[in-house]
Structure formats: structure tokens, C-alpha cells
């Protein structure tokens, strides 16, 4: 299966190029193409200057790569009864995701924070501006947008600030542990 590309983003098949993610991403996408070849083999990685990592000046460098393709992961955490629940929300880039209602109740939680960024990289092992929903601990709760599924190309991190992941919007709802969830970006 040829990767997918937007304009002059031309991916090529991540799996075959394994030095252009984060470790954690690259043993993800292994364990991925053994349980499901098809939908990881469909996975593509472009490198990019890194001082385009985020959404906005990648877009801006970038003009046929529209927002509504690009689709950003945050993570937050929350507690209830001492127990800390951690997710990934990935949401469409013209979206914010709607952490302290849907993800707040998702979550069963009180109130929802934003990971600090230090704490988001370690646990990760993914670089700031990088992290992505692909080869997160397998303890923390996946959350997608249901609108990626209808995406031909999404735009993610690859878990490094050089490069990103193009895959179809159906693999991207097909991560392993996503959960789809309706109107998770507002």
C-alpha cells in the first residue's frame, strides 16, 4: 500500500523507516503491523523541519495541508478516590478538545488537567510538540475524535519534532486502544 501525502509531504511507509520516530512509536508500529498488517502498513512518515513540529507553522509552511486534516494529542489526567486516570484526547487541529466536560466525565473524574510538559515527555518518551496517540503507555486511555475517521489523510505526531505520521483517518481510529468518542473536539 502506497502511504498517503499531501502536497509536498510525502510520506513513505513508516515501518521502513523506523529511524524517524520516537522508540516507543517505532515498537507501537511493530506490534501494530503484527496484529493488523493492513491498517499499520498504511501508515506513512514525513520528515519536516523541526520549527514546524506545531500545527499552526507547519500549516502555514504548508498551505494544502488544512487544519481540519491535521489532528493535534493532548494528555491529561484527573483522580477519583486516589486513583490518577490518564488519557490521550486527539482532536482535529480547528478544534480544542472539551477536557473539563466530555473528557472530564469520560474519565469519571472531578476535574481534568493538562499534563505538564516535562512529566508528558518522560511518560511518554515522545518530544514535546511530537507526542502522538501511536505507542503511549498502555495504561493510559486513548480518546479520538470521532470526525478522524472520515479524514482521507490525518496529519499526527510521530513523537519526535521532526517528522510526522500520515495515515488514513480509518487507521486513525484504528490505534490500538482508541476509543471513538462523538464530539470530543468543540
Do not use: Y
Amino acid at each position: 500500500m502506497t502511504p498517503p501525502s499531501i502536497g509536498e509531504l510525502r510520506s513513505r511507509p513508516a515501518l521502513d523507516h523506523l529511524d524517524l520516530v520516537a522508540a516507543p512509536v517505532a515498537a507501537a508500529l511493530q506490534a501494530w503491523a503484527a496484529a493488523d498488517p493492513v491498517t499499520a502498513g498504511a501508515v506513512g512518515v514525513v520528515e519536516i523541519d523541526p520549527a514546524l513540529a506545531d500545527t499552526a507553522a507547519l500549516t502555514d509552511a504548508h498551505p494544502e495541508l488544512h487544519p481540519e486534516m491535521s489532528f493535534n494529542c493532548v494528555l491529561v489526567a484527573g483522580r477519583r478516590d486516589g486513583e490518577e486516570r490518564v488519557a490521550a484526547c486527539v482532536v482535529r487541529a480547528d478544534t480544542r478538545a472539551d477536557v473539563n466536560g466530555l473528557v472530564k466525565r469520560s474519565l469519571d473524574v472531578r476535574k481534568c488537567s493538562f499534563l505538564p510538559m516535562e512529566r508528558a515527555t518522560a511518560e511518554s518518551g515522545m518530544e514535546h510538540g511530537g507526542i502522538t496517540p501511536v505507542g503511549l503507555p498502555g495504561a493510559w486511555r486513548v480518546l479520538v475524535d470521532e470526525r478522524a475517521r472520515t479524514a482521507p489523510v490525518a496529519v499526527i505526531g510521530s513523537g519526535l519534532r521532526r517528522s510526522k505520521l500520515l495515515l488514513p483517518g480509518t487507521s486513525l481510529v484504528a490505534v490500538p486502544g482508541a476509543e471513538v468518542v462523538v464530539d470530543l473536539g468543540r
